[in-house]
């Protein structure tokens, strides 16, 4: 049974950092052609934030671009989304998400529809 565990979300001060963490169970995430970290702020539809595909191929969304790293721990099974210089605007609920089947290389996905697996969420909070 697949599951995915986010954790390590919390409240910072803007310009603070927070490492977020997917721990995954069922399947090693090596197994997976894509993973992904998600958002979404009260009022607004969810949203891609990053993305990592087994090629190596990773995709950000322009507002984290150079702000966020998303790496795997494949010996941990872990997923991890490093954020860094925070702003008020990334308060939202971080979703892991992961997808089985094969899309192709060079490209990974920041549409959630292409994701079958998803985490409960972790919340992350930036005070200005």
């Known amino acids: 049974q697949v599951q995915l565990v986010e954790s390590g979300g919390g409240s910072v001060q803007a310009g603070g950092s927070l490492r977020l963490s997917c721990a995954a169970s069922?399947?090693?995430?090596?197994?997976?052609?894509?993973m992904a970290w998600f958002r979404q702020a009260p009022g607004k539809e969810r949203e891609g934030a990053a993305a990592a595909i087994n090629d190596g191929s990773t995709s950000y969304a322009d507002s984290v671009k150079g702000r966020f790293t998303i790496s795997k721990d494949y010996s941990g099974n872990t997923l991890y989304l490093q954020m860094n210089s925070l702003k008020p605007e990334d308060t939202a609920m971080y979703y892991c998400?992961?997808?089985?089947?094969?899309?192709?290389?060079?490209?990974?996905?920041?549409?959630?529809?292409?994701?079958?697996?998803w985490g409960q969420g972790t919340q992350v909070t930036v005070v200005a």
């Open positions: 069922g399947y090693a995430i090596s197994f997976y052609y894509s």
């Open positions: 998400a992961a997808r089985a089947v094969y899309g192709g290389r060079g490209f990974a996905s920041l549409n959630e529809d292409r994701y079958a697996y």
